[in-house]
């Protein structure tokens, strides 16, 4: 677990407020990078709600937490065993969807790994939520995939 210790809830909110920070930085600069029509405009969605996400763990009480508790999704697992390429400013709208889809694949395993680390007991529903948090974001980006790519004539 190493860099991933916490020793408080506080701690981890923190924490997670420093990945959703990174998050929205990553989705503005590919926005910022994005050369095809609609691409920035859903970037910077993904960048905004990314800033949401930040906003309620800065704003989250005990209470909060324990009502965040969401009904678990399913996983369309589109994207799961496609490639991912680097961002660049030629990219397609397909591989930003796959770009995207797995990075919030890979913030959803990372936060329900933490969940069940007994080094963050007092964390574990904070990370539960950032998980479904991120599996939601991954859900609407393959919803999103199957409607531009797959359902393409």
Do not use: W
């Not at 890979?106 to 969940?115: H, I, M």
């Amino acid at each position: 677990m190493g860099e991933h210790r916490r020793e408080s809830v506080s701690d981890v909110i923190a924490f997670a407020i420093g990945r959703e920070i990174e998050a929205a930085e990553g989705y503005g600069r590919m926005a910022g990078m994005a050369t095809l029509p609609g691409l920035r405009d859903l970037l910077l969605e993904l960048k905004g709600e990314e800033e949401n996400h930040r906003k309620i763990l800065e704003n989250l009480t005990a209470a909060g937490l324990e009502a965040t508790a969401a009904p678990p999704l399913d996983d369309m697992a589109l994207t799961d065993a496609l490639p991912d390429e680097p961002p660049a400013p030629d990219m397609t709208l397909q591989d930003l969807l796959i770009f995207a889809a797995r990075k919030e694949k890979k913030a959803e395993e990372l936060y329900t790994g933490l969940a069940r680390s007994p080094e963050v007991a007092g964390g574990r529903k904070v990370f539960e939520f950032l998980a479904g948090q991120e599996r939601a974001h991954k859900l609407k980006l393959e919803a999103e995939y199957e409607k531009h790519i797959l359902s393409e004539d």
